[in-house]
């Protein structure tokens, strides 16, 4: 009896225990099933966030490379000038270029106007400076300032400055396209200059050799730009344009050289200057240009405001052709600078505005013009220093090119692009 109740005992035990284990097991896989489930949900999630955030990261730096890529650098920072053309007028003072017609010369001693002083003040005489300087010049300030930058305007504050310390013209002309000022060049009978200028450097570069050339009033630009030596086409003084015409136009502007009156037997018109550079400008297509007129120096030498005015602004309508040539060839549209100068200034007052040299007071203060597809139109620039010698590296820069490299002498580049 006692063994059927044990073994009933344990069947009965058997029976609980395995229902306990069949519970136990399956309690064990519901939790582990959801424990399982709740870890891969949460593994997943936070695999997918991770491989989401580091791919778009990476998707978000590639979209920035290819749009860095893709898009245009600025425009200022693309060099577009192909060609330059360095115009100079000599003497012409700054005093005139910012503020036109000088009320003390004007309004002062009629032998200054030629007597005419009712037609000088009303050709140039204006209430306001900025009236006056449009009327002497209006292609200088209506397009070159407007569209480029002028330096030197003393009245805000800007400099630009002769450094050689003797103020005349073959100094001048020197430290403008050598790049600096050289005291052995003490006389403007000089002779061949030593240095080489950087036209002469261009004109062994590639691409521009047998295209630089040189036009100018004065004879002794022969020299200054060592012809001989350079290579450089130079046209210069009253010698024949055309040694060996091939039309009419050549054979009138020959006779017209050799028949004209000579005012000054070193000088020759500007307007004959004017015509020869022209017509090389359409037919032979030069990358770099150099023009030379004489007649603003020469009118205040002799004492002549009245002419001292006209030319200048003559030299204003000659400005307003060579754009008009530039714009009009698509060689030049587009991929042309022009820089407009002067070689020095004068003096400041009635006494001595007709001089300039080492010991004339302001005859150091010049002017500087840049107008061209790679230059901000920045108008005058006010407080602003720039020098006579920043010109030759100027030109150089405008093109590409980095003339310091040969000339280390040279003075930086002007910041015009």
């Known amino acids: 009896m006692t063994a059927d109740?044990?073994?009933?005992?344990?069947?009965?035990?058997t029976a609980d225990t395995k229902a306990v284990v069949r519970g136990v097991r399956s309690n064990a896989r519901s939790y582990v099933r959801s424990y399982v489930r709740s870890y891969v949900r949460s593994y997943v999630r936070s695999y997918v966030r991770s491989y989401?955030?580091?791919?778009?990261?990476?998707?978000?730096?590639l979209l920035c490379l290819t749009i860095a890529w893709g898009t245009p650098a600025?425009?200022?920072?693309?060099?577009?000038?192909?060609?330059?053309i360095l115009v100079v007028t000599d003497?012409?003072?700054?005093?005139?270029?910012f503020g036109g017609a000088d009320t003390a010369l004007i309004f002062g001693e009629p032998r200054l106007v030629g007597g005419d002083t009712v037609g000088t003040r009303r050709k140039f005489w204006r209430a306001t400076a900025t009236e006056r300087r449009d009327a002497m010049m209006p292609f200088f300030w209506g397009?070159?300032?407007?569209?480029?930058?002028?330096?030197?305007?003393?009245?805000?504050?800007?400099?630009a400055d002769v450094t050689n310390g003797l103020k005349f013209s073959y100094p001048g002309y020197n430290e403008m396209l050598a790049g600096f000022a050289d005291p052995r060049i003490d006389k403007n009978d000089y002779g061949v200059n030593p240095n080489a200028t950087v036209f002469e450097w261009l004109n062994k570069q590639p691409g521009f050799t047998g295209r630089v050339a040189a036009f100018a009033t004065w004879d002794v630009f022969a020299d200054?730009?060592?012809?001989?030596r350079s290579g450089v086409f130079v046209h210069a003084g009253w010698e024949q344009p055309y040694p060996a015409p091939r039309n009419a136009a050549d054979s009138l502007l020959n006779r017209m050289y050799a028949t004209t009156f000579r005012m000054w037997d070193n000088n020759?018109?500007?307007?004959?200057?004017?015509?020869?550079?022209?017509?090389?400008?359409?037919?032979?297509?030069?990358?770099?240009?150099?023009?030379?007129?004489?007649?603003?120096?020469?009118?205040?030498?002799?004492?002549?405001?009245?002419?001292?005015?006209?030319?200048?602004?003559?030299?204003?309508?000659?400005l307003s052709e060579i754009w008009s040539a530039v714009q009009a060839h698509p060689e030049y549209?587009?991929?042309?600078?022009?820089?407009?100068?002067?070689?020095?200034?004068?003096?400041?007052?009635?006494?001595?505005?007709?001089?300039?040299?080492?010991?004339?007071?302001?005859?150091?203060?010049?002017?500087?013009?840049?107008?061209?597809?790679?230059?901000?139109?920045?108008?005058?620039?006010?407080?602003?220093?720039?020098?006579?010698?920043?010109i030759a590296a100027t030109v150089a820069a405008l093109l590409g090119l980095d003339y310091r490299l040969a000339t280390p002498a040279a003075a930086a580049s002007l910041r015009v692009r």
Do not use: C
């Open 5 to 13: 109740i044990t073994a009933d005992i344990t069947a009965d035990m």
């Open 52 to 61: 989401v955030r580091s791919h778009v990261r990476s998707f978000i730096g």
């Open 74 to 84: 600025p425009a200022q920072t693309e060099r577009r000038t192909q060609n330059v």
């Open 91 to 97: 003497g012409l003072r700054w005093q005139e270029v």
């Open 143 to 159: 397009t070159i300032a407007r569209q480029g930058q002028v330096f030197g305007n003393r009245a805000l504050g800007g400099t």
């Open 224 to 228: 200054i730009f060592a012809r001989q």
């Open 268 to 318: 020759a018109w500007d307007s004959f200057t004017q015509a020869v550079a022209m017509r090389y400008l359409r037919e032979h297509r030069p990358r770099v240009v150099f023009i030379g007129y004489g007649e603003t120096d020469e009118w205040a030498h002799a004492g002549r405001y009245d002419r001292y005015l006209n030319a200048a602004r003559t030299v204003d309508g000659y």
């Open 333 to 390: 549209r587009g991929r042309t600078s022009l820089i407009v100068t002067t070689d020095h200034g004068r003096g400041r007052t009635v006494r001595d505005w007709t001089n300039h040299g080492k010991d004339v007071v302001g005859a150091e203060e010049m002017w500087i013009a840049v107008i061209g597809p790679d230059t901000p139109a920045l108008g005058e620039t006010k407080n602003a220093t720039a020098t006579q010698s920043q």
